[in-house]
């Protein structure tokens, strides 16, 4: 099908944006790389009146450091990501994640603010902000406000963003001391879309115990989301096989996993304790 | 968890003779050499891809003795090309390339006659080799006085008119000079037509057997039923192999349907009948990722059937692969107690007899 008449606007600049979304709340939807929003309208699942085109403006697409954070605009491309060497230096698991989604031509247009407020069942880059405990800087009619990536994602393709808002930074603690993190993924054979995605981020102590970890779900179930109870179970262990065993148990804690053609929510259950285990294996792995 | 699967298959290809066949089962072809030298192939079969615009160049090419850049095929066009029957049944090249083959014995048959007549001689005393007609050692000797015309190099155009051929005292003439010849009409044997142009409808007496083994090696993850290939081995026998990447890839495009079929492709209704696979969202293709190496060879066993000996190969590839490929994983699970499996295979039904869910 083809799309609903809609009006498009291409502002210069990140305030013109917040403007035209206000000019029209209901009916006005940020365009960014498109590759969620488009097929959407195409099928008229979404019927925005106005789309205001944020990707081309340049200054919202940075990867910068400042301090011990890592800052990056919300139009930057999954290919900006992928192919930064000094993220696959400080942060191996945002170039990792960003490398897994769709394909070359999603990611030369795809981004990771886009993702985040778009906040598909299956969407990877929500599994890894949540895994990193990253800031989301969001700006609005009524101005600036931060927040966490885990009070983020409320609900299937819900966030916390209200009308008018765009979010337009995600901002990341550089991992520091003994860390290795992983992304593991299994692909739906048709869609390419996460099955499951497991996002891990561990911190060790100096005796190579668990410090610290954060393990992040998509695809299992309507959102993103933090197993807390296998970060929990894992924290001050030496991270030998049985801790971990014990501890990916938990990752479907709390959750009513999604079942569909490819994979019943008891698989898909099985396929999270795997990945799990595998993504937390290779992230030890991979500390220095 | 490792399984071996294999498969031999027989099959019947290069369909067929009428009688068989609901609506005739021959192929045509007409066969022309142009003033110009250059040479036309029209054809009944109907490539979609499987390659016959180059191997049916090559045919006419090797027959002709001519620059395969010199010759066109068309097919398709039903406003220029005779009635045929078309590609399907792996029947193009075996029975539309038998049917070119043929035309083109009966052009190089007049071409004889005519190269007979210009170079005056006896017709044992004139042989056909790399595209031209030329006396034998002996004849040749007592003809030869040392004219030559302007040589256009093959696959160039002439840079001006070109004189009248002269053939008093020559020894051997290009299919070429044949062809200009029969057009121009001045030297033909007696009762000869002008042109130098034959159709064939080539009615095959039989199909032919093409047959082959495919083995697949798989690897089982235990944990998530994952599929993995290890290796995939193909020996095939089409016959006589015209071009052996056309059928290679024919081959190859054979493993990757069956890869589809065995493990990814299936189309699902629910119970209101409404098609739930309805998007290639939903709908899984083979993909090049999903893709192993293949380790290809050949046996060439002519078929008695065509004078090319070609049998087909369009199908073998789907018909070898898809049971070598189930086969390895049944056998993979055979401590299970498998003995059979569903298509697609999928991970989870992998996973459920593994782990007796």
Redesign the interface.
């Known amino acids: 099908m083809i799309p609903v008449q809609f009006d498009y606007k291409t502002p210069a600049t990140l305030d013109e944006a917040v403007a035209l979304l206000a000019s029209d709340l209901d009916g006005a939807k940020v365009l960014a790389g498109g590759h969620s929003l488009i097929p959407a309208m195409k099928l008229r699942l979404a019927q925005p009146q106005l789309l205001v085109d944020i990707a081309r403006i340049k200054s919202l697409a940075y990867i910068r450091e400042e301090g011990d954070q890592i800052l990056i605009g919300a139009t930057t491309t999954h290919y900006q990501l992928e192919s930064s060497d000094r993220l696959k230096q400080i942060c191996p698991l945002l170039p990792e994640c960003a490398k897994s989604i769709g394909d070359v031509q999603v990611r030369n247009k795809g981004t990771i603010g886009g993702s985040i407020a778009h906040s598909d069942p299956a969407g990877d880059w929500p599994a890894a902000v949540l895994a990193l405990n990253a800031d989301l800087v969001l700006v609005g009619p009524n101005g600036e406000r931060t927040v966490k990536a885990e009070s983020f994602f409320v609900d299937l393709l819900t966030t916390d963003l209200q009308p008018g808002e765009i979010l337009r930074e995600v901002r990341i603690r550089k991992p520091s001391g003994r860390f290795g993190q992983a992304y593991q993924k299994?692909p739906?054979?048709?869609?390419g879309f996460a099955v499951v995605g497991i996002a891990v981020n561990l911190e060790l102590n100096d005796d190579g115990s668990c410090k610290s970890a954060g393990i992040a779900v998509t695809g299992v179930g309507v959102k993103a989301y933090r197993a807390t109870g296998v970060e929990a179970a894992l924290a001050g262990t030496s991270l030998d096989d049985n801790a971990i065993a014990a501890a990916v148990a938990h990752v479907c804690d709390g959750i009513d996993p999604n079942s569909d053609?490819?994979?019943?929510g008891?698989?898909r259950c099985?396929?999270a304790q795997?990945h799990t285990r595998r993504g937390i294996q290779t992230a030890k792995a991979r500390v220095q | 968890m490792i399984g071996i699967g294999l498969s031999t298959y027989v099959e019947i290809c290069a369909l067929g003779p009428s009688q068989a066949m609901p609506a005739g089962g021959w192929e045509s072809a007409t066969v022309r050499i142009e003033p110009t030298g250059k040479v036309t192939v029209l054809t009944g079969a109907s490539p979609h891809g499987q390659g016959q615009e180059t191997s049916f160049a090559q045919i006419a090419a090797d027959e002709l003795g001519v620059n395969i850049n010199d010759v066109t095929v068309i097919h398709g066009d039903t406003g220029v090309v005779q009635y045929g029957i078309g590609t399907f049944g792996s029947r193009a090249t075996a029975v539309g390339g038998t049917a070119v083959y043929i035309a083109i014995q009966k052009l190089k048959e007049k071409a004889h006659k005519i190269a007979t007549h210009m170079l005056q001689a006896d017709a044992s005393h004139v042989a056909f080799e790399g595209g031209k007609y030329s006396l034998e050692k002996a004849a040749a000797a007592a003809a030869a006085t040392g004219t030559s015309d302007p040589v256009v190099p093959v696959g160039e155009a002439p840079a001006g008119a070109l004189p009248e051929p002269q053939t008093e005292g020559k020894t051997s003439l290009t299919i070429q000079d044949i062809a200009l010849a029969a057009h121009l009409a001045k030297e033909l044997p007696p009762d000869t037509e002008p042109g130098l142009s034959a159709t064939y409808f080539f009615e095959p007496k039989n199909f032919t057997f093409p047959f082959g083994t495919h083995i697949a090696v798989v690897e089982v993850d235990r944990d998530t039923g994952d599929i993995e290939f290890l290796r995939y081995i193909a020996v095939d026998d089409c016959g006589r192999v015209i071009n052996p990447m056309l059928v290679d890839g024919q081959v190859h495009g054979g493993i990757v349907q069956s890869i589809g079929q065995a493990m990814f492709e299936e189309v699902v209704y629910d119970e209101q009948g409404q098609l739930v696979t309805g998007t290639l969202m939903d709908y899984a293709l083979p993909r090049a990722s999903h893709i192993p190496e293949f380790e290809l060879d050949r046996t060439e066993t002519p078929s008695p059937v065509n004078p090319l000996g070609v049998k087909g190969v369009g199908e073998a590839g789907t018909i070898g692969a898809t049971p070598a490929i189930v086969n390895a994983i049944v056998d993979a699970l055979a401590p299970f107690g498998v003995k059979h499996l569903d298509m697609p295979v999928k991970p989870e039904n992998i996973w459920r007899i593994i782990n007796g869910h």
Do not use: E, G, K
């Open positions: 299994v739906h054979p048709a869609s053609l490819y994979a019943s008891d698989y099985h396929l795997v």
